[in-house]
């Protein structure tokens, strides 16, 4: 459930970090919200978190008197622009994409002047070339952050035994022994995907922001998107 209680602290607490005067100001600020099913999956956290962190920098870019929006991306000829007029809808709006988020999304705001900030918040659990989607999304802007949400299970799982693993966005089932050698396996594609991405981010310098959904938003912010020179305290 969205907690309307810490997107007020943290709305008390941080802003945008625009530039000086001397320097020059975004006009723009597009958050694109994977809305995919694995955003669903394991306990919540990550739906939650990446609900209640576009509600926030919705609200930060349009007390900067920056033009902001979010662009939920649910699939080709689905995806939904929202803006704050239209904030309420973000809690509303169903997390149901079954295509990979480099595919779902299909950039239709690249258009807007090169002054542009553009956050991408998702689980990046999806395969493709990490390289092709950063140079996608740094397209138009002169500013990115990929934000990376998991939840504890995701980023810290635990031998079990025997399993069916179901993926949520196709329905395939695969039988296998939760074992050490097959979490050990997990954790090697992980950092394998993580380190690309950050790669990726480097190459194009965009910042790479990867955290656990059980951060509070508060801390999220503070610890990871200050440092990152997206928001000030």
């Known amino acids: 459930m969205i907690s309307d209680r810490a ?4 709305l008390d607490q941080f802003r945008l970090a625009v530039p000086a005067d001397s ?3 975004p006009t723009h600020l597009e958050i694109v919200l994977d809305a995919s099913l694995s955003m669903t999956s394991g306990d919540g956290s990550k739906e939650q978190r ?3 962190l576009s509600i926030l920098l919705l609200r930060l870019s349009e007390s900067t008197g920056l033009g902001g929006c979010v662009c939920v991306t649910r699939g080709t000829g ?13 809690a509303l709006v ?10 779902a999304w299909e950039n239709q705001l690249s258009d807007r002047a090169a002054s542009t900030w553009r956050v991408i918040v998702s689980d ?9 989607l950063v140079e996608k999304a740094a397209a138009g802007t002169a500013k990115l952050w990929l934000v990376h949400l998991l939840d504890e299970w995701e980023l810290h799982p635990s031998p079990g035994g025997a399993s069916s693993l179901v993926d949520i966005e196709t329905d395939q089932s695969v039988e296998l022994v939760l074992d050490q050698v097959a979490v050990d396996g997990y954790v090697a594609r992980l950092t394998a995907l993580r380190d ?9 310098a965009a910042s790479w922001i990867s955290v656990s959904a059980a951060t509070e938003l508060d801390e999220l912010c503070g610890q990871h998107l200050v ?6 305290k």
Do not use: H, M, S, Y
């Not at 997107?7 to 943290?10: D, E, G, K, T």
């Not at 169903?94 to 595919?103: I, K, R, S």
């Not at 690309?196 to 194009?204: E, F």
């Open 196 to 204: 690309g991405l950050a790669d990726a981010c480097r190459t194009v």
């Open 227 to 232: 440092p990152a020179g997206l928001l000030v």
């Open 94 to 103: 169903p997390f149901d994409g079954v295509q990979p988020l480099g595919d």
């Open 23 to 25: 320097a020059p100001w």
């Open 124 to 132: 990046f659990l999806f395969p493709g070339d990490p390289l092709l």
């Open 78 to 90: 689905r995806n939904r622009v929202v803006e704050p007029a239209d904030l309420a809808k973000l």
């Open 50 to 52: 990446a609900r209640e």
């Open 7 to 10: 997107i007020r602290a943290a």
